[in-house]
């Protein structure tokens, strides 16, 4: 049997840490950010933890 291809649109938008948390990034940072407070910025630049029940799909796609 061939082995499993990795989706490519997961693997660039997904991390999977060494605990097995799957990372995103969050939205919101691809426009409009003059009108946006320094605070909210820094806060949505930082990765995020896939709620469980994305996790499973996302681990799926990614082939772990």
């Known amino acids: ?7 490519s649109g ?3 938008r997904f991390k999977i ?3 097995g948390k799957v990372m995103k ?3 919101g940072m691809r426009h409009n950010l003059e009108v ?5 910025k820094r806060r ?4 995020q933890v896939l709620s469980p029940a ?4 996302a681990k799926k796609l990614l082939g772990k």
């Not at 994305?54 to 799909?57: L, M």
């Open 17 to 19: 840490t060494g605990s």
């Open 54 to 57: 994305d996790a499973k799909t």
């Open 1 to 7: 049997m061939p082995k499993q291809k990795t989706h």
């Open 25 to 27: 990034q969050q939205s």
């Open 44 to 47: 949505l630049n930082q990765e």
């Open 36 to 40: 946006k407070a320094t605070d909210r």
């Open 10 to 12: 997961a693997k660039k």
